[in-house]
Each structure stands twice: as C-alpha cells, then as structure tokens.
C-alpha cells in the first residue's frame, strides 16, 4: 500500500519503472522497442502514468518509452489533483477494471478513455460486471478494509475474471508486437 505512513510520490514510481526497463534493455535477448508494462492497482497507475511523453520527460526518461501498458483495477484520477490517464498519452493502453470495484471506481476512467478514443490513440477497456478490486489475488480473498476513500472494501478473488485477465493482456500485448 501507498498510503501511510508517507507515500512513494508518482515520479519516484514511474523512475523506478523505467530504471528496471532501461537494465532489461542490455540485456542482450531483450528488444528495447518492445518493452511493456503490466501493473496492479498503483503499479497500473504507473503504467498509465508510463504512457505520458511530458511525465516520462518530467522523470528524467529520454530515448527509451514503454511499448505499451496493461493498467489492471488503475484508479484514473483523485480528488487530490492526481490524474493517470493523461490527456498526452502517446502509447498503447489497456485498462481492465472492476464494475464493483468501490476503491478504484472505474466511472473515475470512463471519461478519460473516451477522450483519447476520440482522439484515435490505442486505448481499449474491458470492466468486469461481477468483480471488485483485487480479483486476481486468492491471498486476499475475503481480507476487508477501509480504502483511502473511506468505503469499506472486501475483496473477493474470481479465479475465471483472472484468467481472463491473462487472456485479454496476452492478446493485447500480440496485437501490439504485431503491429511494430
């Protein structure tokens, strides 16, 4: 959790992405051009965060970029001025989301991921009617909680919704490796 006692700034986390990607890319089986992201909850925040020029920019990244980024249950924007989906996204986006999910609400994306529709970037959506936050974790199953928006939140693990998951972020990232 980043919540308490002091939470990692945004910056801070998407630097720490792209310092694990520029160490992947030396490696000499891995093709830099195809470097993704795939994140959970803040780490899907990151991702989106990822697929931003000017953020990437603000933390000091210069040549390398994200192929592409799976943001899986992000939250999209807060009420502290915090927004993920940024209006400058340049890279390809899929963003998996909850419909019962009370901590990370997706009508908090709706509204973003249509804009840059319209715009024509690479931005697809999938929300799940029958899951909440944290589907994919049976570690978590039926742990319950006070989420940072003050709603109680108790999560269910779905072992189907999961795979699914995994389905979609696999076809995703085919059609994105396809295509470059």
Same mark, same amino acid.
């Given at each position: 959790?980043?919540?308490?006692?002091?939470?990692?700034?945004?910056?801070?986390?998407? %630097?720490?992405?792209? !310092?694990?990607?520029?160490?992947?890319?030396?490696?000499? +089986?891995? !093709?830099?051009? @195809?470097? +993704?992201?795939?994140?959970?909850?803040?780490?899907?925040?990151?991702?989106?965060?990822?697929?931003?020029?000017?953020?990437?920019?603000?933390?000091? $990244?210069?040549?390398?970029? +994200?192929?592409?980024?799976?943001?899986? #249950?992000?939250?999209?924007?807060?009420?502290?001025?915090?927004? #993920?989906?940024?209006? /400058?996204?340049? %890279?390809?986006?899929?963003?998996?989301?909850?419909? $019962?999910?009370?901590?990370?609400?997706?009508? $908090?994306?709706?509204? &973003?991921?249509?804009?840059?529709?319209? @715009?024509?970037? !690479?931005?697809? *959506? &999938?929300?799940?009617?029958?899951?909440? &936050?944290? *589907?994919?974790?049976?570690?978590? /199953?039926? +742990?319950?909680?006070?989420?940072?928006?003050? $709603?109680?939140?108790?999560?269910?693990?779905?072992?189907?919704?999961?795979?699914?998951?995994?389905?979609?972020?696999?076809?995703?990232?085919? %059609?994105? #490796?396809?295509?470059?």
């Amino acid at each position: 959790l980043n919540c308490r006692p002091r939470p990692i700034e945004d910056g801070r986390l998407l %630097r720490d992405a792209y !310092d694990a990607a520029n160490m992947l890319q030396d490696l000499p +089986f891995v !093709d830099a051009e @195809k470097i +993704f992201t795939i994140g959970f909850s803040l780490g899907a925040m990151t991702g989106l965060l990822a697929a931003s020029p000017e953020m990437t920019t603000d933390v000091g $990244q210069k040549e390398l970029r +994200f192929a592409g980024n799976i943001a899986v #249950y992000p939250g999209c924007d807060y009420d502290r001025g915090s927004l #993920y989906v940024r209006p /400058d996204t340049d %890279r390809p986006i899929l963003v998996l989301m909850g419909a $019962q999910d009370t901590e990370s609400p997706p009508e $908090q994306c709706y509204y &973003h991921l249509k804009r840059l529709k319209s @715009k024509g970037r !690479d931005v697809s *959506w &999938h929300t799940y009617r029958e899951v909440g &936050h944290a *589907w994919d974790n049976p570690l978590l /199953d039926g +742990f319950t909680k006070i989420a940072n928006n003050g $709603q109680s939140v108790t999560y269910k693990y779905n072992k189907k919704i999961t795979e699914d998951t995994l389905k979609r972020s696999l076809e995703f990232l085919n %059609r994105i #490796y396809i295509l470059k």
